[in-house]
Each structure stands twice: as C-alpha cells, then as structure tokens.
C-alpha cells in the first residue's frame, strides 16, 4: 500500500484557483488508480475527480466539472488537483486517495464510493481549503 500525503491548501478568494498535490511513497505508484474527496464542513466526504492509473481516463463529479483538472506524474509520484473559479461551496478538506488498480471504471471505482461506503485504497490525512467570499 502506497502512502500518501497532500499539501497546498489554505486560504483562497472566491473566484480564485488553488492547486493541491498529493506525494505517494512505498509502492509503485504506476500501478494505482487515484482520487481526490473533500469533506465541507458539517457534512459526508464526496468524490470529486479519479485518474485511472494509466492515466488515459478522467472523471470528475458534477459541481466541479469543468473547472477542475486531475493530473499525476508517475515519475515524480504526484497526483494534482487544479482547482479553478473557486467557489464557497468547494471549502474542506481535500483528501487523496489511491487504490491498486484491478481494471474496475474509475466511474464507479471512485464516483460511487461513498455512496457504498467503500474506503478502500491508501488515504492521505487531508489538507484544509478555506474560501473567502
């Protein structure tokens, strides 16, 4: 199991754009499907955007589509999440999540999973995005 740790939040203007980046160590990197959640205030973690390992496949949930990019670098073993037009609603915590890739759809891998409850994979322990309005 890979492990994970996420860095860049903090503080952004509504409107603005943030970038988060997500550093694996411990496995080969190459072989895992990713993710990012963020769980707002007060309320579930919900999925926001999955890679598939090979990187060929994106999916994004809905609030965030079209403003938001998933990007890794196997090389470097990062997983980034650009963030643009930022909104109140997109304030929490940002965690990573990887998940050895067995040829599922990310679609459902990562999209469903917390609708089923499935925390599976390696999870970093998150970083804070507070937006300002």
């Known amino acids: 199991q890979v492990q994970l740790r996420e860095s860049g939040g903090g503080l952004v203007e509504a409107g603005g754009s943030l970038r988060l980046s997500c550093v694996a160590s411990?496995?080969?990197?190459?072989?895992?499907?990713v993710g990012w959640f963020r769980q707002p205030p007060g309320k579930d973690r919900e999925f926001v955007a999955a890679?598939?390992?090979?990187?060929?496949?994106?999916y994004y949930a809905d609030p965030v589509k079209g403003r938001t990019t998933i990007s890794r670098d196997d090389a470097k073993t990062t997983v980034d999440l650009q963030m643009n037009d930022v909104k109140p609603e997109d304030a929490g915590v940002y965690y990573c999540?990887?998940?050895?890739?067995?040829?599922?759809?990310?679609?459902?891998?990562?999209?469903?999973?917390?609708?089923?409850?499935?925390?599976?994979?390696?999870w970093g322990q998150g970083t804070q995005v507070t937006v300002s309005s």
């Open positions: 890679m598939a390992w090979h990187g060929g496949s994106t």
């Open positions: 999540n990887a998940r050895r890739k067995v040829g599922a759809p990310i679609a459902s891998r990562f999209g469903d999973a917390i609708k089923y409850g499935d925390m599976s994979g390696a």
């Open positions: 411990g496995h080969t990197f190459a072989n895992y499907d």
